[in-house]
């Protein structure tokens, strides 16, 4: 639209600055465009993409963050760098690292412009030289990132135990009241309306069976219901009742013998800690009883003392168990308690499989409990299969005699396996099958 | 001396200057920016008009910062939020965080709309609204714009509406999966509306493919003329015609894949799933995505030919009103807008930037146009490297050759590359290729290396990669669309037989997954991989490929 000074410049006297006088030529407008949200809203969605695709390269990350969060939770506020390869937008185009591109500048044939891609580098065309693969770097805080891992996370099969301290809040809808959608409860809204109907209009010609009826232009009659909102609509209300369901314990128990190196030490360190931040943050009343043994065993130790063991020698695993099943029977009744034990061990035990004493007391502990996880560290056997000549462990060939679903097996060879076996521990399951309930 | 157009007409510089400015100044700084620029834009506009460019009425808008992002990921105010424009946004975001500044940002409507950065100076404006209509000018001229939609605006909030909707129906998931599909192949169109596919009903696209095969065959099938034709076909008497086999489907290559799926897909885009009045969203996404495409394909076309254009109004522009002292001569503004367009017209070592690349070119045509020799005194040559002498050549001839708004109107930048930047300008703007190469010595590495100074080269590579858009050819092949007699896709890629012609697979091989969800039956692409021929299939979520024996194929 023409602005205010517009006068001065069509009427005035007729110069060398030509004004169309046929036409403005536009105009500008200040129009508040600061409540436009598409870019904002595109960003959550992309940001959403970027969640799931975390999600899925979560056991890559793992390590990482195994790495990097203390044990102690004194790093959860920490921001982790996780980076995630470029969303794909695929169109046909034509290769990588091929075809030739135009610039300018000075130079010489020969002359490098740009960095070419050393494994890293995508290089398209059109993205010639570009660093990195354009992917992003996620600031995700650790907190954050233990809490997608532990939601898919569960201690299995867990059964009621009468003298159970654990709860568990599920919203229970017991109560109706007058409200608005959308907490509406249409079906009980549906049925007042029709009970107040049948009630008040009971010699009403136009009404039946508590429903209005009314005509199309067809002639066809129709029954609807006579809606009242003020007066009909229910609305669903919730409370939370705390039920005590269960009770559980975890004995995690770690080898500690000579034959643990350095990376077994670190592996099993963040195996258990692992666990251990599991079940604190899913759980608020698990148990859990920290022990270590070598060619003897100590159980009820510290959580610190657990996790900095320093101590070595033989490797007996009767001692541990005899002590456990002592435990158990004097503190940790089965008929009240879910019983987890966890052991992390490189399997090199001193007894062979077949020891009588062994089966017997290994038995009688997976007979106690609703699982028993073992991770084996397994790092040098994996990366020099020659040495060890592709045989089992003493503790994995026992195992495999056993053959018993109660007994969940992980061997732990890179930092992608811990994610692994975890998983394999604690995941999820849809439905229950595959597990075999202790009567 | 340098005439960008010669056509203009003098007058008498400065005296209305001495009448206008006094009041401009003090009736102006009373007012809000916005009031400022709507009093200028007259002004603009009637400059333009005199040097003889024709830009169209413009709707200006300043617009927050983020606003402006928002456009400028989303190609179209009113577009429908998805993660696509979400990631650009951000990352436009970040980039102005880093100090990068749109400064121009104009979407080909009617009227078309420009947004002016809040906060900038006025002297910014005023460069930003002197260069949009450059733009609002080769948009309403140039061919390649000729059946773009101006009704855009309209469309693209309806389309936004509607697919709200499907979101709010269907759930956001559904609908994502289907437009990333529809987007995998948006460049594989055919923006001519009276292509064949385009422009008949399926039946008739069909019965056209058979005749024209038959004529095709029967042309190729007969004998040549000649003036014994009468004597010859005595020898084919009693003898049975040759009789055209069938037509395959399609009966020649189709580019539009898009199109091509749109109509012909086995089982159609109707998903009984939903509500009747929901059944036709995924035929609506393919349609209004491929709407969106043919309107953004034109500018892709243009690039440089279109900045370059509006670049060297904003220069004309500025210059006039300089001289007319409208800003005056060494003032903060004056050298404030040398400094900006500066930064505009930039050399980058990697990628020619239009702005200075169309800037130069032009201005290279219109020295020609005028009849002025190069500054530096080196000759002018044509395409073919012949010497000429605009100097000695006759008005006719120039205005024939060179007249900027002849060439504006009837180029896309494929031939304008390749016809106007000629050997001098690739001189001029340093220009260099470049390609992945290993140095001298064995240390040194792999890298991006210049391989060519030849100007020759230079402009046959660049305006090569004009062509299609820089895109590789990809069709339909002739049956391909009921390929093995199971309603099949096949699909070939038109390879031209160079280094760097292989397509990206792992893109290729992502799209013809998105392509299964399309056609929801096998899909097949052909194409070349280090000089031999491989077949990918895509069923299902997994893609295989296989080396095609040549015997098997001939």
């Not at chain 1, 695929?90 to 075809?99: H, L, T, V």
């Not at chain 1, 997608?148 to 867990?158: A, H, K, R």
């Not at chain 1, 129709?222 to 003020?230: E, L």
């Not at chain 2, 930047?421 to 001189?427: M, N, S």
Request: proline letters at 7%; a negative charge; one cysteine or more.
């Amino acid at each position: 639209m023409p602005g205010p000074l517009d006068r001065l410049y069509t009427r005035g006297p007729r110069t060398s600055i030509p004004v169309s006088l046929e036409s403005p030529g536009g105009s500008v407008s200040g129009k508040k465009h600061d409540l436009e949200r598409t870019g904002e809203i595109g960003k959550a969605r992309f940001n959403d993409r970027l969640k799931r695709k975390l999600r899925e390269r979560l056991p890559d990350i793992v390590g990482d963050v195994i790495g990097k969060v203390p044990i102690d939770g004194s790093g959860d506020k920490d921001v982790i760098n996780v980076h995630l390869p470029p969303e794909q937008r695929p169109i046909f185009q034509r290769g990588e690292n091929s075809g030739e591109g135009y610039g300018s500048g000075e130079g010489e044939p020969g002359d490098i412009v740009a960095p070419g891609p050393n494994g890293n580098g995508r290089g398209r065309r059109g993205g010639h030289g570009q660093e990195g693969d354009g992917g992003y770097d996620i600031p995700v805080p650790a907190e954050e990132l233990l809490k997608m891992i532990f939601e898919d996370w569960e201690l299995p099969d867990m059964e009621e135990k009468a003298s159970g301290e654990m709860t568990e809040d599920t919203p229970v809808f017991n109560d109706t009241r007058k409200s608005q959608a959308p907490q509406t409860d249409w079906r009980r809204s549906a049925k007042r309306a029709i009970a107040r109907t049948a009630a008040t209009k009971k010699n009403d010609p136009n009404y039946e069976h508590g429903l209005k009826i009314i005509t199309d232009e067809n002639g066809n009659k129709k029954h609807v219901i006579d809606w009242r909102p003020d007066e009909d609509l229910q609305r669903k209300v919730w409370t939370t009742p705390q039920k005590p369901i269960t009770n559980a314990v975890v004995y995690a128990m770690r080898d500690v013998s000579g034959s643990i190196g350095e990376e077994e030490t670190y592996a099993a360190n963040v195996m258990l800690s692992w666990t251990v931040r599991f079940l604190k943050t899913q759980y608020d009343k698990v148990e859990i009883v920290f022990g270590f043994h070598h060619s003897s065993a100590k159980i009820n130790v510290t959580e610190e003392q657990f996790f900095n063991p320093g101590e070595s020698g033989g490797t007996d695993l009767i001692p541990a168990l005899e002590l456990i099943n002592k435990d158990i029977d004097r503190n940790h009744p089965t008929s009240d308690w879910n019983i987890y034990p966890f052991y992390v061990g490189d399997g090199e035990i001193f007894e062979s499989p077949n020891n009588p004493d062994l089966v017997k007391s290994f038995t009688e502990l997976t007979g106690k409990s609703r699982r028993l996880f073992y991770a084996q560290t397994s790092m040098m056997e994996a990366r020099y299969p020659q040495w060890y000549g592709g045989n089992e462990t003493n503790l994995m060939k026992l195992i495999q005699n056993l053959n018993d679903p109660h007994i969940i097996s992980a061997k732990i060879t890179d930092k992608a396996s811990m994610k692994k076996g975890l998983d394999s521990f604690f995941k999820k399951k849809e439905g229950r099958e595959g597990a075999v309930p202790r009567s | 001396m340098s005439k960008p157009n010669p056509a203009e007409t003098g007058g008498q510089p400065g005296k209305l200057a001495d009448f206008l400015r006094p009041r401009l100044d003090k009736r102006l700084s009373e007012k809000t920016q916005e009031e400022r620029m709507d009093a200028l834009i007259p002004v603009i506009f009637g400059i333009a008009k005199e040097l003889k460019f024709q830009p169209l009425e413009t709707k200006f808008e300043i617009a927050p910062t983020d606003y402006i992002d928002t456009i400028a990921a989303y190609s179209m105010p009113g577009a429908p939020p998805d993660w696509r424009g979400g990631e650009d946004y951000w990352k436009l975001k970040k980039e102005r965080e880093k100090g990068s500044v749109i400064y121009e940002l104009v979407v080909n409507t009617l009227p078309p709309l420009a947004f002016l950065a809040e906060n900038n100076p006025d002297i910014a404006q005023i460069l930003v609204i002197a260069h949009v209509m450059g733009h609002t000018d080769f948009f309403a001229h140039n061919v390649a714009f000729k059946n773009t939609d101006r009704y855009m605006g309209q469309n693209i909030i309806a389309r936004t509406e509607r697919i709200l909707y499907y979101e709010e129906q269907l759930g956001i998931p559904k609908v994502e999966e289907f437009v990333d599909a529809a987007n995998a192949i948006a460049w594989n169109i055919d923006p001519d509306p009276k292509s064949p596919i385009n422009n008949m009903t399926n039946e008739e696209y069909k019965a056209w493919g058979k005749k024209r095969f038959k004529e095709l065959w029967e042309t190729s099938h007969r004998r040549p003329r000649s003036a014994y034709d009468d004597l010859l076909e005595l020898e084919d008497r009693g003898k049975e015609k040759p009789v055209a086999p069938n037509a395959p489907f399609p009966a020649f290559e189709e580019r539009d894949i898009m199109q091509f799926i749109r109509k012909f897909a086995p089982d159609g885009f109707i998903d009984e799933s939903v509500p009747e009045e929901l059944k036709e969203w995924q035929a609506d996404i393919l349609d209004s995505t491929r709407k969106m495409m043919v309107h953004l394909w034109p500018q892709a076309e243009t690039k440089i030919m279109n900045e370059g254009w509006a670049s060297y109004a904003h220069t004309s522009i500025l210059h006039k009103m300089i001289e007319r002292d409208l800003i005056p001569k060494e003032s903060d503004d004056a050298i404030e807008s040398s400094r900006m367009h500066a930064g505009v017209v930039q050399g980058h070592p990697l990628h020619p930037n239009p702005y200075q690349l169309g800037l130069a070119i032009w201005e290279d045509i219109a020295r020609k146009y005028a009849g002025d020799p190069r500054k530096d005194g080196k000759p002018d040559r044509d395409w073919m490297g012949n010497i000429i002498d605009v100097t000695k050549m006759s008005k006719e001839e120039r205005e024939r050759r060179y007249n900027p708004r002849h060439i504006m109107e009837t180029h896309r930048d494929e031939s304008f590359i390749r016809e106007f930047l000629t050997p001098a300008l690739v001189e001029d703007l340093k220009l260099y290729q470049y390609a992945l190469r290993d140095g001298e010595n064995s240390w040194e590495g792999k890298h991006w290396r210049i391989t060519t100074r030849q100007a020759q080269e230079i402009i046959n590579g660049m305006a090569e990669q004009h062509i299609n858009n820089g895109l590789p050819v990809i069709v339909v092949a002739p049956g391909g669309g009921d390929y093995k007699g199971k309603k099949e896709l096949y699909l070939l890629h038109k390879h031209e037989g160079k280094e760097g012609s292989d397509l990206f697979l792992k893109d290729a091989k992502a799209v013809l997954t998105h392509l299964y969800t399309l056609w929801k039956r096998p899909v097949h692409l052909e194409t070349v991989v280090d000089g031999k021929r491989y077949l990918y299939t895509c069923q299902g979520n997994k893609v295989s490929g296989k080396e095609i024996k040549e015997e098997a194929t001939s």
